[in-house]
C-alpha cells in the first residue's frame, strides 16, 4: 500500500490559480479523476490533497472542493493539507472553524515569500499553536532557506513539522554539501519530519535511480525511517517524470530497507501523522 501525501489537483473551472500564469507547463486542468486511474493501477491507496496556492480568497472555497471529491463513493482522498496564513490576526479564530473531518494540516509556501515572513512574531505564535490543535506544518523551502526553517522549528517545539520534497535540492546543479549539511543540521529536530516527493522535478532531466541515489540515502541516514513518508507531487513530478516512474524509482531506491521499514515510508508513518 502507497499513501500518497501530496497530491495537487488544479481545476480551473472551479478555482483561480494565480501563478500558473508562470507556469506553462502545468498550465492546465489536473482532475481527480485521472490521477486516480493511475494511482489504483500502481498500488496507490490513499492521498492527501496539497494545497496548490489558490487565489486567497478561495482557501475555504479549495477545502470543500476537496471535502466533495472525499465524499466520492470509493474515493483515495483521505483528507486536505490546507493553505493557511498564519501571519493573519484573524488565524486563531479561522483555526477554530476549521472542518477537522477534512483539514489534516496546513501548509503555507514559504518559498515565494521573503524570508523575514518566518521570523514574524505572529507568525511564530500562530504554528506554536498548531501543536495543542493537532495539525502537521508543511515546510515548503528552497534548499538556501533550510536554515530559515531550523529557526522556525526551534520556535514551535512542540508542533510537528514535514519538511516537504526533500529540502528542494539542487540536484540539476549538484550542489549536495551545503544540502546535506543543513539537513543533517535540521534532523537534529525531533520534531521535524521528511518528505520523499517529487525529486525528479529538481534534476535537468536526465536522471535515473543511480543520480537519485545519493540524495535519498543522505535523507535516511539524517532522519532514519521512522520520520520519513512519501509523496507524488503530482502534477510537478511530471515535469521530469510521470506518476509511475517516481513510484518506481521510490521503490527502487528504497528497496534495501526491510519490509518494516518500507511500509512505515510509503503508509505507516502518514496514517499516524496527519490520521491519527
Known sequence: MIFDTHLHLIDREKLRYPWLA???ALDRDWL??????????????????????????????????????????????????????????????????????????????????PDALSEDGLFRENIRRLGPAGLPFDLCLLARQLPIGAALLDAAPDTVFVLDHCG?????????EPWARDMRELAARPNLHVKLSGLTAYTAGGWNVESLRPWVDLVLEAFGPGRM???????????????????????????DLTKAEREAIFHGNASRLWLG
Open 22 to 24: 508562470d507556469a506553462p
Open 32 to 113: 481527480y479523476a485521472d490521477y486516480a486511474s493511475t494511482a489504483q493501477r500502481i498500488g496507490i491507496t490513499d492521498t492527501l490533497h496539497m494545497e496548490v496556492d489558490v487565489a486567497e480568497d478561495q482557501i475555504g472555497a479549495e477545502t470543500d472542493y476537496i471535502a466533495a471529491l472525499m465524499a466520492q463513493p470509493g474515493s483515495l482522498i483521505r483528507g486536505a493539507i490546507s493553505a493557511a496564513r498564519p501571519e493573519a490576526a484573524g488565524f486563531a479564530a479561522w483555526l477554530d472553524a476549521l472542518d477537522r473531518r477534512v483539514v489534516r494540516g496546513l501548509r503555507r509556501v514559504l518559498h515565494v515569500m
Open 168 to 176: 528542494v535540492p539542487d540536484i540539476a546543479g549538484g550542489a549536495f
Open 229 to 255: 513518508v512519501w509523496g507524488s507531487d503530482s502534477p510537478v513530478c511530471t515535469l521530469q517524470s510521470d506518476l509511475a516512474e517516481w513510484v518506481a524509482a521510490s521503490q527502487a531506491l528504497l528497496a
